[in-house]
């Protein structure tokens, strides 16, 4: 199966995606980790696109797309996945269509108003990218990842001016993929409100 989900910053397609791969088995490909992975490793790509990810703005589509056309080529892809993050524009939805066609696309329905609430207190392993909340899944030793014992921190996107900086970014360049995949019959939209738990169970019943 090849799912992409979709959604504001903060719906919790991150937190979903988690409990998805452990009971569908699909491997979890989030452009925004990659990014992540490659700005730690200090890369090439990591350098290119530091400073444009912590402003909240989106990574040039031409470098997105190359990134994702290699992930996709990788051996445990081949039996599907779950793409978080991508496409965020319809340039590169066009250019998913040309590798792979989409079983589902999941759309996470949360107001701005829990949005920023949820990012403004998300914390983030350094280490396994595993996700918690200070209120609502804080891990059980202040700043020290339960899964991996790495460094729990604060994205630098999840400051204040980056938080809105993205939340219009994606009502420019991302909403309009609703009505785009709604045109091809695979959307699907789901209430992202409430227990994760519960927000996955309305998802399993659509699948
Ligand atoms: P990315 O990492 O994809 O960030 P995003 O889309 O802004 O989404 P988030 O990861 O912030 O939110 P999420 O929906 O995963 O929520 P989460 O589960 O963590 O992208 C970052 C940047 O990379 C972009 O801004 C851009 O620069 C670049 N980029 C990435 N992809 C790109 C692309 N395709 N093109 C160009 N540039 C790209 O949950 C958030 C918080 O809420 C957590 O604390 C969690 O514990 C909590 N939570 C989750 N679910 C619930 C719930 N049901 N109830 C209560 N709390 C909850
Ligand atoms: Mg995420
Ligand atoms: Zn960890």
């Known amino acids: 199966m090849k799912l992409l989900f979709l959604g504001p910053p903060g719906a919790g397609k991150g937190?979903?995606?988690?409990?998805?791969?452990?009971?569908?088995?699909?491997?979890?490909?989030?452009?925004?980790?990659?990014?992540?992975?490659?700005?730690?490793?200090?890369?090439?790509?990591?350098?290119?696109?530091?400073?444009?990810?912590?402003?909240?703005?989106?990574?040039?589509?031409?470098?997105?797309?190359?990134?994702?056309?290699?992930?996709?080529?990788?051996?445990?892809?081949?039996?599907?996945?779950?793409?978080?993050?991508?496409?965020?524009?319809?340039?590169?939805?066009?250019?998913?269509?040309?590798?792979?066609?989409?079983?589902?696309?999941?759309?996470?329905?949360?107001?701005?108003?829990?949005?920023?609430?949820?990012?403004?207190?998300r914390r983030v392993c350094r280490a396994c990218g595993k996700i918690y909340n200070v209120k609502s899944s804080p891990p059980k030793k202040e700043g020290v990842c339960d899964a991996c014992g790495g460094e729990v921190y604060t994205r630098d996107d999840d400051k204040e001016e980056s938080i809105k900086t993205r939340l219009d970014t994606y009502r420019k360049q991302t909403a309009p993929l609703i009505d785009w995949y709604g045109k091809k019959g695979v959307l699907v939209t789901i209430d992202g409100v409430g227990d994760p738990n519960e927000v996955y169970g309305r998802f399993a019943k659509l699948m």
Request: proline fraction near 6%.
């Open 15 to 121: 937190t979903l995606s988690d409990l998805a791969v452990e009971k569908l088995g699909l491997p979890h490909i989030s452009t925004g980790d990659l990014f992540r992975a490659a700005i730690k490793n200090e890369t090439p790509l990591g350098l290119k696109v530091k400073s444009i990810m912590a402003s909240g703005a989106l990574v040039p589509d031409e470098v997105t797309i190359e990134m994702v056309k290699e992930r996709l080529a990788q051996p445990d892809a081949k039996k599907g996945w779950i793409l978080d993050g991508f496409p965020r524009t319809i340039p590169q939805a066009e250019a998913l269509e040309k590798i792979a066609a989409v079983d589902r696309v999941v759309n996470f329905e949360v107001a701005d108003a829990i949005v920023i609430g949820r990012l403004s207190t």
